[in-house]
Structure formats: C-alpha cells, structure tokens
C-alpha cells in the first residue's frame, strides 16, 4: 500500500517593506527577518522518500530566496502583508511542479500566516 506524508524545509530572509494603508508604524519603511517553511506532500516513492530534502532546498532558494533577499518587497510583490507574501512564494512553487501543501511564513517571531493551494 503506498503511504502518503508531508516533508518541511525551514528558511529564513531579510528583506524590507512598507504598507502605506497601515494605521500604524508599518506605514514606514521597516525590515524583517522572514522565517519560511515550505511544506510538501505526497506519496512515499519506492526509494522511501517523498522529495529530496536538497531539491526542496535548491529549487526554493533558487526560485525565492536568492530573489526576496536583501530587497524592498514593495519592487516584486504589490502591497507585501505576510498574506501576500506567502501566497507570492506558493504560486511560484506550485508553478514550478513541486507538490507544495502548505506555506507558513513567519514575519517575527510571534506572528505567522498559512496559506495552502
Ligand atoms: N495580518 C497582518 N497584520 C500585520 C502585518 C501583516 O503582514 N499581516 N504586518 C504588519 C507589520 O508589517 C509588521 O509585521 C509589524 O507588526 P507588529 O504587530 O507591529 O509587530 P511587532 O513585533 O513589531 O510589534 P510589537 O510592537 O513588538 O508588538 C502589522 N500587521
Ligand atoms: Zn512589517
């Protein structure tokens, strides 16, 4: 009987952002260091693994981060909530084929957002 299960791979980069519409200090222009996971499921192959842990790794830094790091996200990503931002990372994902489930995207160390396909 083939199982089904889910893979996580951890990230993190710094990049800044500003919402103009926010009521506070957000409104200015201010950093994060984003903490992302990256969620894939599917079945469990012959070999005993869903994906390779390294192709989940290369194709998110080389998709994502090596993209998102060091920069403004307001230049890629209108209006970049953590919402927006997560949502940005798993249609990207999901456009490059990988079997991505869930993406939870940490803005600081106390607030999250989820998002899934
Ligand atoms: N649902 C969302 N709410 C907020 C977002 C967001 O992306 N989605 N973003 C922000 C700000 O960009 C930023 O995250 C600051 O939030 P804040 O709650 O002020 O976080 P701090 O830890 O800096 O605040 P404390 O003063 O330490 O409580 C705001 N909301
Ligand atoms: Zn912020």
Redesign the pocket.
Known sequence: MTRTASVTRSFSFDAA?Q?PW?P???ARL?G?TYRLEVTATGPVGTNGIVIDFADLKSAVERDLIDRLDHTLLNDSIDN??????ALHILDTLVQRGLPVTRIRLW?????C?EVHP
């Not at 803005?107 to 607030?111: L, V």
Request: hydrophobic letters at 20%; aromatic letters at 0%; charged letters at 25%.
């Open positions: 952002h919402l926010h506070g200090k957000c201010h994060h970049p909530t953590a919402e927006r931002v803005e600081t160390p106390d607030c957002v």
